[in-house]
């Protein structure tokens, strides 16, 4: 069974910084693309960052450039997210997802619990 | 970047409707969609990618359909436990995208 588990959220000052980790199993990590995807308390879904299965390849969305950074670690199955200069727009539930591989193109197919990051002071 | 209109916002339907959500794409996504379900404080949940292939476990009750910019997503036979938002994706170009989300609830 596929299980992404993320940690690492809570409160944190404008302006500091917050890493996020996603511990997955139940699958081979180093086989698949994975990426952050987060929702602001009722509001839709946005992508922020993806990141290959070896990860020599990253994309992120414009407003988050320069601020985050996705990365892995095969050996530990488990995925980052760094991120820095945190703003009030960043608070959101952050959720972990594995980047599907195949003929249909790369969508998000497993999605972790979520994490509640809240950038207040 | 790619925008997707997703329309009702809302919709209000009785148990054993047919409801049928749509997204538009502001250019050809060459059947790259997909549909997710999300159920309140849950993380969302893949039903339908590349616009009609259901996800194993997805009910049959559950469909997509379109092509180009214009796409559409259905439930017939609404039962109560398909109370919740749902969200289209477009997945041709980077970055990926999502529709503003639909809620669903009971009549």
């Known amino acids: 069974e596929v299980q992404l588990v993320e940690s690492g959220g809570g409160l944190v000052q404008p302006g500091r910084s917050m890493k996020l980790s996603c511990a997955a199993s139940?699958?081979?990590?180093?086989?698949?693309?994975m990426a952050w995807v987060r929702q602001a308390p009722t509001k839709g879904l946005e992508w922020v960052a993806t990141?290959?299965?070896?990860?020599?390849?990253?994309y992120y969305r414009d407003s988050v450039k320069g601020r985050f950074t996705i990365s892995r670690d095969n050996a530990k199955s488990t995925l980052y997210l760094q991120m820095n200069s945190l703003r009030s727009e960043d608070t959101a539930t952050y959720y972990c997802?594995?980047?599907?591989?195949?003929?249909?193109?790369?969508?998000?197919?497993?999605w972790g619990q979520g994490v509640m990051v809240t950038v207040s002071s | 970047d790619i925008q997707m209109t997703q329309s009702p916002p809302s919709l209000s339907a009785s148990l054993g409707d047919k409801v049928t959500i749509t997204c538009q794409a502001s250019q050809n996504i060459n059947k790259y969609i997909a549909w997710y379900q999300q159920k309140p404080g849950k993380a969302p949940r893949l039903l339908i990618r590349?616009?009609?292939t259901l996800e194993s476990g997805t009910p049959s009750r559950f469909s997509g359909s379109g092509s180009g910019r214009d796409y559409s997503f259905s439930i017939s036979n609404v039962e109560s436990e398909d109370i919740a938002s749902y969200y289209c994706l477009q997945y041709d170009n980077l970055p990926w995208t999502f529709g503003g989300g639909t809620k669903l609830e009971l009549k």
């Open positions: 997802t594995r980047v599907s591989s195949g003929s249909s193109g790369y969508y998000f197919d497993y």
């Open positions: 139940g699958f081979t990590f180093s086989n698949y693309g």
């Open positions: 590349y616009t009609s």
């Open positions: 990141i290959s299965y070896d990860g020599s390849s990253t």
